[in-house]
């Protein structure tokens, strides 16, 4: 029900002005009074015994107020896990203490062995220089295949084989086996999905303060999720009462999931605040960021997809080893699962699908959700398989794709699809997809082009991918049965002031996304009234009760579902109020365009008199109280799942091996959409992430652990230049289970882009006869020109 | 120890003692409190802190405040002026060319430049211009719009006042 036409339309975000002139306040712009600065002393080394740690004379240098080590934190609690996963035979997943700052060994590069706090971060830096730290190094290891083999180096002592578990999803493995021994083809990739990290441009920063007035802690913090950190930090870390402490998520210079996490020096901070009675600012300097924000990704995996002899899927077979580095991080043991290996059912009716898991640790930065977390992976197996197949099959690749689609269903006159990887599909229309995806392309054209590219001595290729995600994290019930330890609700409070203008309060963060903007419109377009007369208030826990805040697409799935209760709470007691005012019954009253009406009659009342009369009320009835202000908390019932169409068109340069990416078409379903500007720009930034690890990024280790390209000369982000324009399509599948008919569209460009890149050069490849059957990301021009000296 | 400086920074003299290893970027956000000028690598990699120097565009993270002596700066805070936006401001708000905004100052800084040299910059031309500065939210599509319309509105207010004297 829109009421007037602000749903759909690509309304400019009211958030940018702030932006644009420099005047949005991230939390490194908050200076607080007797702000003190804090620096850390970090491992060198990425496996190492601390033998001792000397801060005498550190401690003597100008400025310093205070050095904490890890001794000073032996009664402190670790940062916890939030998702449970338990082994095949039962037993919960092993999950080592993760400490604030490390007293025995240290872990991974990067560790945190001292924190140095001084009157300017000048004089922390020095003093951090003069913290004497003796260490012994230890072998270390460092990819997850090799670190459960027998004798490999241990990351924690008190787990054997670096195993944190083991898991298993899908069919019996009998069946799968007996359905691949019947296919026709059997297609199997061993492959990478290289580590990768998120480079937010705005590093991580926090700023904690204790008033002993009030016994009341601050934190700013450049956090997606306010609420979650304080919730985690107050009840499993530092066990101080949770109305006592005030999390702010300020202005957030971008996420991607990095900034999901709770991480140890957002605790360390707070703890520190009261320890020293002054407010302490840390800012993570960049390589700070490339050693300590959660990465991505990081599976070894071998996958075997069988076909019978017309190339319809029989049977998938799933391996992976999944790296989650040191520690667990916050949502880390959910990614190679629960957010992966349900997701192998792709678009296609496989009937046998099994998928084998063990999650691993190593001498590495944590891993936890990057955009997409999980479902870039599974996609990347998925997609990759099926061009690969098709290639070795001598079909075309779309229409082994259409041979293998699950049919449209709509959710409501159609079931909704029942996978064989435990997640029911709310909706979808998968040809459709790919039926503009090729229209938009010229599918026929391009093929042409390849074959004249050829003639020409050029190598050119067209790569496909057809994915399909869950997002709206999430329903309650099912994350809940799967392992994670708190429900995956969201709260939305609409609050009308007397005037008729509204504050909407969301659990929800923005930090990119545009909620100023897009919940505006919802509340705007469902009251009938005026975009600029609503406020949307979010990242501040003193403001807004309770959120789970914004990852895995959820914000206007959740969130925005959150609101509409409310708005529906605030019509229906505006009804009453207009029954009121017009001597008429509650139920003959009806609400459009802003106007409250006596059915039938001309007699009406405006919104706005209707909020004026519910705060200053001199004759009621004793039934109605007064006020207009709702809150309301979501659970959805199911994922959503959106879905689309990415197709890459590459040329390969056969002197250097440089790939060129000439064209990206990408059609999308998000479901309905509240504003397409900001769903275009979600989609393009997500793409170039994806676009990104296919062809530039990926974290480097060397055999001793050291993250050899932790800075912006050395770790490839994708540049301005690197880039063409996109195409861009949509199609419209409305999920059927929440109100507003959305899907979520923030990672679908980063889950859909990278294997239609590397299928394209790899298309390309073929085209010039070098049949190779993997290359590993990022495609660097090395890599690609090894490839072109194999013809197979 | 500390160095006396003079700078001019949006039009406004401002004399301070620095430290000589300040660097120009923390001189301006936490000296003079002007923080839409952001550090998003130190190593003038990103382009975060991108301002205008005596009107060039200048990295400012790996720059010392002491350099800046009697140099004339320009902030994104003092783009605008008598409350109107530039046309770059206005721009990247008409082609949703930011998200989180936090490479946005540095970005529309160094757009501004180009513009300055460069009035009709072809699409290459952008994105060669900007290069050196790092966007992860927009995939930088709309960013090159953006920065295409910002000069489109520059040269038609150029032209305006001839066809108003015509």
């Known amino acids: 029900m829109s009421t007037n036409g602000l749903i759909g339309r690509a309304v400019k975000r009211v958030e940018d002005k702030r932006f644009t002139t420099g005047h949005g306040n991230y939390t490194d712009d908050i200076i607080l009074p007797q702000q003190t600065y804090a620096v850390f002393v970090r491992s060198q080394y990425a496996h190492a015994k601390i033998i001792s740690v000397d801060t005498s004379a550190a401690k003597e240098m100008p400025g310093v107020i205070a050095i904490f080590t890890g001794a000073d934190l032996a009664e402190v609690n670790g940062v916890p896990c939030g998702w449970q996963v338990n082994f095949k035979n039962g037993d919960t997943m092993k999950e080592p203490k993760h400490p604030l700052l490390v007293a025995d060994k240290a872990r991974h590069a990067g560790d945190a062995i001292a924190i140095v706090i001084a009157e300017t971060k000048e004089q922390a830096t020095d003093a951090a220089e003069a913290v004497m730290v003796e260490m012994e190094e230890l072998p270390c290891v460092i990819d997850a295949a090799k670190a459960v083999q027998p004798g490999a180096p241990l990351v924690h002592d008190d787990v054997p084989d670096n195993k944190s578990f083991d898991w298993v999803l899908g069919n019996p493995i009998d069946e799968v086996n007996e359905a691949m021994s019947r296919a026709a083809h059997v297609t199997t990739l061993d492959f990478v999905n290289q580590r990768l990290v998120p480079n937010a441009i705005e590093p991580r920063s926090y700023n904690s303060s204790y008033d002993p007035a009030s016994e009341k802690y601050t934190l700013y913090t450049s956090s997606q999720n306010p609420h979650l950190i304080r919730l985690l930090m107050c009840a499993f870390v530092l066990g101080i009462p949770e109305h006592k402490v005030r999390v702010v998520s300020p202005d957030v210079g971008g996420g991607f999931g990095s900034k999901i996490f709770h991480y140890t020096e957002e605790a360390l901070l707070t703890w520190c605040s009261k320890k020293i009675g002054r407010p302490v600012k840390w800012t993570s300097e960049r390589s700070e960021s490339f050693l300590l924000d959660a990465h991505g990704r990081d599976h070894v995996t071998k996958a075997e997809m069988g076909f019978d002899a017309e190339g319809k899927i029989l049977a998938l077979r799933v391996k992976t080893y999944a790296n989650l580095g040191a520690y667990l991080s916050t949502f880390s043991s959910c990614v190679p699962t629960y957010l992966h290996g349900t997701l192998l059912q792709g678009l296609y009716t496989t009937p046998k699908i099994n998928v084998d898991v063990t999650a691993v640790f190593t001498h590495t930065t944590p891993v936890d959700a990057y955009r997409g977390a999980g479902r870039p992976e599974a996609t990347y197996l998925l997609e990759r398989l099926l061009d690969l197949a098709a290639h070795e099959m001598n079909v075309d690749p779309a229409e082994l794709r259409f041979k293998n689609f699950i049919p449209p269903f709509d959710g409501v006159q159609q079931p909704g699809y029942q996978t064989q990887v435990a997640l029911q599909y709310d909706s979808g229309n998968y040809e459709g997809v790919l039926k503009k995806g090729l229209d938009m392309l010229g599918y026929a054209d391009v093929r042409r082009q390849q074959q004249e590219a050829a003639g020409n001595g050029k190598l050119l290729g067209v790569g496909f991918s057809t994915y399909i995600e869950a997002c709206g994290i999430a329903p309650s019930a099912i994350v809940g049965a799967l392992g994670c330890r708190a429900g995956l609700f969201e709260s939305g409070q609409v609050r009308v002031q007397p005037t008729g203008k509204v504050s909407v309060y969301t659990g929800a963060h923005s930090h990119g996304q545009g909620h100023e903007t897009t919940f505006a419109q919802v509340v705007a377009d469902k009251l009938g009234i005026n975009l600029e007369d609503v406020e949307v208030v979010h990242g501040d826990s003193e403001a807004v009760a309770f959120g789970m805040g914004t990852y895995g697409s959820r914000s206007l799935a959740v969130g925005g579902s959150a609101i509409i209760k409310s708005i529906d709470k605030i019509i229906e007691k505006g009804k009453k109020i207009a029954a009121h005012k017009l001597e008429a019954s509650a139920d003959d009253i009806e609400f459009a365009s802003g106007r409250f009406t006596v059915k039938g009659t001309d007699k009406s009342v405006g919104f706005g008199e209707i909020a004026l009369t519910a705060y200053v009320p001199h004759v009621y009835p004793k039934d109605l109280e007064p006020g207009l202000d709702f809150s309301s908390f979501y659970d959805p019932t199911n994922f959503t799942y959106p879905f689309g169409c990415h197709i890459a068109v590459v040329e390969v340069d056969k002197e250097t091996g440089k790939v060129e990416l000439k064209r990206f078409v990408a059609v999308d379903d998000v479901g309905n959409v509240i504003n397409p500007m900001i769903v275009e720009g979600q989609i393009h930034g997500g793409l170039v992430q994806g676009i990104g690890q296919a062809l530039f990024e990926g974290a480097e280790y060397d055999e001793n652990g050291q993250l050899t390209n932790a800075s912006y000369m050395d770790y490839c982000l994708p540049r301005a230049d690197d880039l063409p324009m996109f195409e861009t399509g949509s199609q419209v599948t409305p999920c059927p289970h929440n109100p507003l008919g959305v899907k979520g569209a923030g990672e679908a460009g980063t889950i859909g882009a990278a294997p239609a890149i590397v299928n394209a050069v790899i298309d390309a490849l073929w085209s010039g006869g070098h049949k190779v059957k993997d290359l590993r990301m990022p495609l660097t021009s090395e890599r690609v020109w090894h490839a072109l000296q194999e013809v197979i | ?166």
């Open chain 2, 1 to 166: 120890m500390n160095t006396s400086i003079h700078v001019t920074v949006n039009g406004v003299q401002y004399s301070h003692m620095v430290e000589p290893r300040l660097l120009l970027v923390n001189y301006l956000r936490d000296v003079l409190r002007l923080t839409g000028t952001h550090v998003g690598c130190d190593t003038s990699s990103c382009g975060a802190c991108t301002i205008h120097l005596n009107g060039k565009a200048t990295k400012c993270c790996t720059i010392l405040a002491v350099q800046a002596d009697g140099c004339e700066i320009t902030t994104i805070e003092g783009l605008s002026h008598n409350g109107e936006l530039h046309p770059l401001q206005e721009a990247f708000n008409e082609c949703h060319g930011l998200q989180c905004g936090f490479c946005t100052p540095g970005m529309i800084m160094t757009a501004a430049d180009l513009l300055q040299h460069n009035s009709q910059p072809s699409e290459t031309d952008i994105r060669h211009a900007l290069e050196g500065n790092f966007c992860r939210c927009t995939g930088y599509h709309n960013i090159v719009k953006s920065v295409q319309y910002a000069a489109e509105k520059i040269s038609e207010s150029a032209v305006a006042p001839a066809e108003v004297k015509a």
